[in-house]
């Protein structure tokens, strides 16, 4: 998974510096989007670049205006040399853009979320078992988790390195495993982590907890699993009839139709490339599609 956080309006200086003139307008959008908050802490920008729900917000203001003024500008000076000057319609036109920004500014953190998500699950079962093993083997906790850390296990092996530093400081293990908890985004991990917390401050086994998590979850991943099966079955029908089947009868009659006298533009060398074109472009498709309708617990 990839680690980096990019987001230039967020990384830039200048723009921070601007946007804490508006920490009002930024502190009631913070309210009318409850959950910014929430979602910067569980994509890690508000750790990557160290912005609250507000100051984000702030940000995503100043550049939306930046990204309606400039653009609405320069729409404004095109119109004018043109001799067609319309200050409304270069207003409108820039605050189309700039809404079209502000949402993507919005939506980035949810996708860096998503793929979060999927990373962790992907990799979930196989640490779970690992933790499980090591347990009823009679190694402690703690190093279990220091193991895992070490491991190959991709974002999970991140969260605890980090509860593992955190404990090597001297913070508590099941307080730091509480806010790897509150902070994670996958369900899947955070209800697997919270057993293992229940467990620690009840005194209860922590291995006959776990296993009733990794239980549920592979009852979760075989429903997956079907699920996933009853959505191929019409994709591969789509399949066979928008690649295979159409793209095939349609070279044969354009064949056919190019051997009339006036028809004989269709069956032109262009045609045909024009065509291998959109087979091409709609495999693509095909396969993006299949590939994000993969659920996440089915692994590597």
Not at 15 to 34: C, D, E, H, L, Q
Request: charged letters at 15%; glycine letters at 8%.
């Amino acid at each position: 998974m990839p680690s980096t956080i990019h987001m230039p309006f967020l990384g830039n200086s200048r723009i921070r510096s601007v946007a804490k003139y508006f920490t009002g307008v930024g502190n009631i959008m913070s309210k009318a989007f409850p959950y910014t908050g929430l979602v910067l802490k569980q994509s890690g920008v508000a750790e990557e670049y160290g912005v609250s729900a507000r100051g984000f917000m702030s940000v995503c203001f100043v550049t939306t205006l930046i990204t309606s003024i400039i653009p609405a500008v320069i729409i404004h000076v095109i119109l004018t040399l043109g001799g067609n000057s319309n200050p409304v319609l270069s207003l409108l036109l820039g605050c189309l853009i700039g809404g079209v920004m502000f949402m993507y500014f919005m939506m980035y953190p949810k996708s860096i979320v998503s793929h979060r998500v999927k990373y962790v699950e992907r990799n979930l079962l196989f640490a779970l078992r690992s933790i499980l093993i090591q347990i009823r083997s009679g190694i402690p906790v703690f190093n279990t988790l220091v193991s895992i850390a070490q491991g190959d296990y991709g974002p999970i092996s991140e969260e605890f390195k980090l509860v593992v530093e955190k404990v090597n400081a001297g913070s508590d293990m099941v307080q730091s495993l509480e806010e790897v908890a509150v902070r994670n985004p996958s369900p899947y991990f955070r209800r697997s982590l919270w057993q293992i917390v229940n467990s620690m401050k009840s005194g209860s086994d922590v291995g006959s907890n776990l296993s009733e998590v990794i239980k549920s979850l592979a009852k979760e991943q075989l429903v997956e699993i079907r699920r996933y099966k009853s959505i191929l079955n019409p994709l591969a029908m789509m399949y066979m009839m928008i690649a295979v089947i159409m793209p095939s009868m349609g070279v044969t009659m354009l064949i056919i139709l190019a051997s009339f006298p006036g028809m004989e533009a269709i069956g032109t060398e262009q045609t045909f490339w024009i065509l291998l074109i959109a087979i091409v472009f709609m495999q693509v498709i095909f396969i993006g599609l299949i590939k994000s309708k993969r659920p996440n617990l089915i692994g590597r």
